[in-house]
């Protein structure tokens, strides 16, 4: 399984930048697509995540900033970021929780793409 993110590149504060992740491979089903981040000397958190019916969800302090979607057709995650802060600088990383044509659950990681929000 693979997970190929895109869309990541250096922003001005205010900007906006929107992130795609396409999952390929021997999956069944996905679940839960994600998007998580980890800043330099911080710990990977949760950005959003969304499951299979669209139900959505996401910390605190990104709501109404970020918004997670899918396209289940194209086993494709996408996270629009809007009015993107100094702070939001990280490598952001794609995860699904899936199954795979052999029915076993996994969960499965992207390479991450950088966001860099600087003047």
């Known amino acids: 399984v693979q997970l190929q993110a895109s869309g990541g590149g250096l922003v001005q504060p205010g900007g906006s930048l929107r992130l795609s992740c396409v999952a390929s491979?021997?999956?069944?089903?996905?679940?839960?697509m994600g998007w998580y981040r980890q800043a330099p000397g911080k710990q990977r958190e949760l950005v959003a995540d969304i499951n299979s019916g669209g139900y959505t969800n996401y910390p605190d302090s990104e709501k109404g900033r970020f918004t997670i979607s899918r396209d289940n057709a194209k086993n494709t995650v996408y996270l629009q970021m809007n009015s993107l802060k100094p702070e939001d600088t990280a490598v952001y990383y794609c995860?699904?929780?899936?199954?795979?044509?052999?029915?076993?659950?996994?969960?499965?990681w992207g390479h991450g793409t950088q966001v860099t929000v600087s003047s």
């Open positions: 995860n699904i929780r899936a199954i795979n044509e052999f029915r076993f659950a996994f969960t499965s």
């Open positions: 491979g021997s999956i069944f089903g996905i679940n839960v």
